[in-house]
């Protein structure tokens, strides 16, 4: 009798590895500034900058940046503004920026300042009951203003005469008299001088030379 072995399947044991994950939190934040380099009258320039920042753990599509007072939509057009050259998404950490100028109206110099706000907005691959699939950030940019020169506003006190030193429309310093009325008096007392000289002289003629009585 022949005993054969028959060998036992090897004994295995396998352990699932435990992948962490990392729960997707999108998140975008917009930063606008605004400065006047050329001065901030009226018909100056205004020049908005608008930065959009993805803040979130995932990648955003359909980034857009949207101001009104600016005529709406602003999102940069050019593959070349965007990081990954596509336009409206963002990476992780990645940003894009809007410069858009704007002019300084009449209304704005009277108000004495513009404000506006903008709106930057993205959508997220992710969607559940916990995460939104569309992010949002907003701010505002505060540029004070001067009205145009000439335009009257406010009040000019050397009109009055009550500043010192002498002012454009001729008014003497601490006295409020008129620099016209000064130039008239000394237009009559040069008149009642003439008159003077010319009656004296008369007379003296006339004493000189009897028949010119």
């Known amino acids: 009798q022949n005993d054969t072995h028959v060998p036992s399947p090897p004994v295995t044991h396998t352990t699932p590895a435990t992948v962490?994950?990392?729960a997707p939190s999108p998140g975008i934040h917009l930063?606008?500034?605004?400065?006047?380099?050329?001065?901030n009258r009226v018909g100056g320039t205004v020049v908005y900058v608008l930065t959009a920042t993805n803040t979130g753990n995932v990648t955003l599509s359909n980034v857009t940046i949207s101001d009104p007072m600016l005529g709406g939509d602003v999102t940069p057009s050019a593959?070349?503004?965007?990081?990954?050259?596509v336009v409206g998404m963002l990476a992780p950490g990645q940003s894009v920026i809007a410069t858009v100028s704007y002019t300084i109206t009449a209304a704005d110099?009277?108000?004495?300042?513009?404000?506006?706000?903008?709106?930057?907005t993205g959508n997220s691959p992710h969607t559940s009951t916990t995460v939104s699939s569309r992010v949002t950030s907003s701010?505002?940019?505060?540029?004070?203003?001067?009205?145009?020169a000439g335009s009257g506003s406010g009040s000019n006190s050397q009109a009055s005469?009550?500043?010192?030193?002498?002012?454009g429309s001729g008014v003497l310093a601490e006295t409020g008299i008129s620099g016209g009325y000064l130039y008239?008096?000394?237009?009559?007392?040069m008149l009642l001088l003439l008159g003077a000289v010319l009656v004296v002289a008369t007379r003296?003629?006339?004493d000189e030379d009897p028949s010119e009585a």
């Open 161 to 167: 005469g009550e500043t010192t030193g002498v002012s």
């Open 139 to 148: 701010d505002s940019a505060t540029v004070p203003t001067t009205p145009a």
């Open 31 to 39: 930063v606008k500034t605004g400065s006047t380099p050329g001065g």
């Open 79 to 85: 593959t070349a503004a965007w990081p990954n050259g």
């Open 204 to 206: 003296r003629r006339r």
């Open 184 to 189: 008239a008096a000394g237009g009559a007392m």
């Open 20 to 22: 962490p994950t990392v």
């Open 109 to 120: 110099g009277t108000a004495g300042s513009i404000v506006n706000h903008a709106t930057a």
